[in-house]
């Protein structure tokens, strides 16, 4: 019976446990997971498009191979989330749907050009910086699967992470040149990174119930701070400003003071209305149908073998 169930469910989460695509669970849970780990997945694969506009372009073959190396990555965290929303019931197909009709999102962050070499650096160190942010909490969420895929996605987070750093200290102590490219890069890029943590959290819709069941363990405020926090001093030892002349240590709280985000901005982007939306869901698309005889050659091949073997 349900009741019993549903007591099990709430003392596997009361006792930091993980639930297990096997055991039950509410169905509301099981939907907000989906909606989540799919947002997540999509993000990963649509995230490829920006850097990877830049592996033609790379300034030498170290860095083109280290790029490559970056976004292929991407492709992989995508494809374990969406193997991680398979355990839910979801198809793969379901999913792909859902996101090329514009009724599942994206993260925000990707509707911005790379307009230079140094937004690689940039995206590096601040987007993937501000990924790993939100994501270590997630290594402890309480459904198994997404949690146990943020292990090993948070880990080459950080390499990602360091060879942005390692790429705009480079620039920033390069020529007068390279060090605006690397000003201009982090001016356009700090304040959509601090919108990737999602709205206020008095406008968060899903924070209170997704922290009750131990989904999310932080709420957006708290981790957009935890993020601020972290990137003052680099800013500092990469010799780069952040764009924001209200940024200050504000000793009574233990935490940095910003300025006011512009959410405007943020509410026009997931509506659609973003610099680069339309540009980044139409190569997906094209992507996908482009590569559609490569999933009929792997289900023709796949159902060879089953014939063979009689599996
Ligand atoms: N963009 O109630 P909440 C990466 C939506 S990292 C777009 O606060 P929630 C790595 C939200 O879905 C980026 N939509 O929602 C990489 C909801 O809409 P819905 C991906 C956003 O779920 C680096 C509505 O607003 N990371 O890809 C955004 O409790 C470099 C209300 O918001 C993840 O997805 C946004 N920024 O909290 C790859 C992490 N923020 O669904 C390549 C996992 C909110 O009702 C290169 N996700 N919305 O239609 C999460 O932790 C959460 O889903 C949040 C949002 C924190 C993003």
């Known amino acids: 019976d349900t009741a019993a169930y549903e007591s099990a469910f709430d003392a596997t989460v009361a006792a930091d446990e993980r639930i297990e695509p096997r055991d039950w669970m509410p169905d509301a849970y099981r939907a907000t997971l989906v909606r989540q780990i799919a947002q997540h997945a999509h993000s990963e694969i649509i995230g490829m498009q920006p850097e990877a506009n830049w592996i033609t372009r790379a300034p030498s073959l170290r860095r083109k191979a280290i790029l490559m190396a970056k976004v292929q990555d991407e492709a992989g965290h995508g494809l374990y989330l969406y193997s991680a929303a398979e355990t839910l019931g979801t198809g793969r197909d379901e999913l792909l749907d859902k996101l090329h009709s514009g009724r599942q999102k994206y993260s925000s962050i990707f509707n911005y050009p790379t307009l230079t070499w140094a937004d690689v650096g940039a995206i590096g160190w601040l987007v993937d910086g501000a990924a790993i942010t939100n994501q270590v909490p997630l290594c402890r969420c309480s459904y198994g699967p997404y949690a146990r895929a943020m292990v090993r996605v948070c880990k080459e987070e950080s390499f990602h992470q360091r060879q ?24 356009r890029w700090w304040w959509p990174s601090l919108m990737m943590f999602g709205p206020p959290d008095d406008e968060s819709a899903h924070s209170a119930q997704s922290m009750a069941w131990k989904i999310k363990r932080h709420s957006n ?39 006011p985000i512009d959410w405007t901005e943020f509410r026009e982007v997931l509506k659609g209305n973003g610099p680069c939306n339309e540009q980044r869901i139409t190569q997906r698309r094209r992507a996908h149908e482009e590569g559609a005889w ?8 796949a159902a060879k073998h089953t014939g063979e073997t009689g599996a």
């Open 164 to 187: 942005g750093y390692e790429s705009l200290l480079a620039l920033s102590n390069g020529t007068p040149e390279q060090h605006a490219m690397a000003q201009d890069a982090v001016d």
């Open 221 to 259: 405020d708290e981790l957009r701070q935890r993020f601020v926090d972290i990137c003052v001093p680099q800013a500092e030892s990469l010799g780069l400003t952040l764009p924001d002349p209200d940024l200050r240590w504000n000793e009574e709280r233990g935490h940095h003071d910003f300025g």
């Open 294 to 301: 490569v999933r009929e050659a792997a289900a023709a091949h």
